[in-house]
């Protein structure tokens, strides 16, 4: 079954779940202000989604996979309680925005991301931005933001993108001493 420039016209719909389905053209979304949760990874044809302009409850977000995806909006920074946020492979680009309390997962390898502010993000456990356009700042800001936070025995994956500085490998090394596996470029 196909779907082709869907449009989700229901309010109070909590969960959507459309991987692997089929989904081509534009998702829209943007009447779902009570979004929870939306998976529809794996939609090779799906190009855009239409997010609602206020959602105060969506925490899990995975479109991975969705090589034709070219989100020409991911507001990040609107969702106060996301706590997965899956999107690997796809073209998003630019510079997001994390705000939340909740035990952040971030899953964005091989997109076309240049930097990510996580300090307002102080449970981020899981960081994988490898293999994006990140530059030495803003590897650094990811390393010394993580460190900044109290958080163990967590996750961050740089690979492929600029080396960090001095003051990057001196939180890289914080973040080593908190049991982190940190994957950096030297």
Same mark, same amino acid.
């Given at each position: 079954m196909k779907f082709r420039n869907l449009q989700v016209p229901y309010n109070l719909l909590a969960r959507l779940c459309f991987e692997s389905c089929g989904l081509e053209g534009e998702l829209?979304? @943007?009447?779902?202000?009570? *979004?929870? #949760?939306?998976? $529809? $990874?794996?939609? =090779?044809? *799906? =190009?855009?989604? /239409?997010?609602?302009?206020? +959602? &105060?409850? *969506?925490?899990? +977000?995975?479109?991975?996979g969705d090589t034709s995806l070219n989100l020409t909006e991911f507001p990040v920074e609107d969702w106060p309680v996301i706590r997965d946020c899956w999107a690997a492979g796809n073209a998003? #680009?630019?510079? *997001? +925005?994390?705000?939340?309390? %909740? @035990?952040?997962? /971030? /899953?964005?390898?091989?997109?076309? +991301? =240049?930097? %990510?502010?996580? =300090?307002? %993000?102080?449970? $981020?456990?899981?960081?994988?931005?490898? &293999?994006? &356009?990140?530059?030495?700042? %803003?590897?650094?800001?990811?390393?010394? $933001?993580?460190a900044s936070h109290s958080v163990s025995n967590g996750t961050v994956n740089l690979a492929n993108n600029a080396i960090p500085s001095a003051a990057g490998s001196e939180a890289a090394s914080v973040l080593l001493g908190r049991s982190w596996e940190v994957n950096v470029d030297s």
């Amino acid at each position: 079954m196909k779907f082709r420039n869907l449009q989700v016209p229901y309010n109070l719909l909590a969960r959507l779940c459309f991987e692997s389905c089929g989904l081509e053209g534009e998702l829209d979304l @943007s009447t779902c202000i009570e *979004l929870e #949760d939306l998976r $529809a $990874a794996s939609n =090779t044809k *799906l =190009t855009d989604i /239409i997010w609602p302009t206020e +959602v &105060n409850s *969506l925490w899990h +977000v995975c479109i991975g996979g969705d090589t034709s995806l070219n989100l020409t909006e991911f507001p990040v920074e609107d969702w106060p309680v996301i706590r997965d946020c899956w999107a690997a492979g796809n073209a998003i #680009d630019g510079y *997001l +925005v994390f705000s939340t309390n %909740a @035990s952040l997962s /971030i /899953i964005m390898d091989n997109c076309n +991301v =240049t930097g %990510a502010d996580i =300090t307002l %993000a102080p449970n $981020a456990n899981y960081v994988d931005l490898s &293999n994006n &356009n990140l530059g030495q700042e %803003a590897v650094d800001d990811i390393l010394i $933001a993580l460190a900044s936070h109290s958080v163990s025995n967590g996750t961050v994956n740089l690979a492929n993108n600029a080396i960090p500085s001095a003051a990057g490998s001196e939180a890289a090394s914080v973040l080593l001493g908190r049991s982190w596996e940190v994957n950096v470029d030297s």
